[in-house]
């Protein structure tokens, strides 16, 4: 039935996607759910560290196993690292489940540098810190803290907009979204869909940012139906 690799968002590691895994296994594909460079059990890569550089990390990390081509199933920024790899190694793509996909908020790169350079002087003593971080989740940045020692990849990452790339996509593709995700809102999902050819989008009600967890059976359903589409 060809592999599926699993590819998690920001915060998480592969771990996230075990349950999905697991009965995804028994319906009969191989899975793999993988450790992004400085999540998990994975080495931290250095500062300099692109979406660019994690793409090819995984094209490394696929000829090594021979997987061959086989469909990417990413969650937020795993959605982009997924797209990034379809963009520049094709062949190792047969196919994009993009779930919840981050990296098409306008203007959110640039106000993000601007309230980091601000409030790191302002917030440097300890006992303000907290206050820090609350503003930083009320402007929907806190992924930004929650890793300290990959603020500047963090940086590098949501530099690159992957939005007017993503026309470039001649992978099949499905969108996954929940109604409810106050992260990444379905705004996002139709400009995503409105851009990589042929694009199919399903959106899951009641469900928010990690749509696989919240609705774990109608997510199978739905990647067992899009991969039996698929030639």
Not at 9 to 20: E, H, K, L, P, T
Not at 56 to 67: M, P
Request: glycine share 8%; hydrophobic share 45%; proline share 6%.
């Amino acid at each position: 039935m060809g592999n599926l690799i699993l590819l998690h968002g920001w915060r998480c590691d592969a771990s996230i996607w075990f349950s999905v895994a697991e009965q995804l296994t028994q319906a009969g594909y191989r899975v793999i759910a993988v450790d992004l460079p400085g999540f998990g059990k994975s080495q931290l890569p250095p500062e300099s560290f692109t979406l660019q550089d994690y793409a090819l990390t995984f094209a490394q990390f696929s000829a090594e196993l021979e997987l061959g081509s086989s469909v990417l199933i990413g969650h937020s920024f795993g959605a982009r690292v997924a797209v990034k790899v379809a963009l520049t190694k094709p062949e190792k793509v047969s196919s994009l489940i993009l779930v919840s996909s981050g990296g098409w908020r306008p203007g959110y790169r640039l106000g993000l540098q601007f309230v980091a350079k601000l409030l790191k002087p302002i917030f440097s003593l300890a006992f303000l810190r907290d206050l820090r971080r609350k503003i930083y989740q009320l402007l929907g940045a806190d992924d930004y803290l929650a890793k300290p020692e990959l603020k500047k990849i963090f940086l590098n990452i949501i530099n690159e907009d992957l939005l007017a790339a993503a026309s470039a996509v001649r992978q099949p593709t499905l969108i996954i979204w929940g109604e409810k995700d106050d992260t990444a809102p379905i705004g996002f999902a139709r400009q995503l869909q409105a851009q990589i050819p042929s694009a199919q989008l399903r959106v899951f009600p009641g469900a928010g940012h990690f749509v696989f967890l919240d609705k774990p059976q109608e997510f199978i359903r739905q990647v067992i139906e899009f991969c039996k589409e698929k030639p």
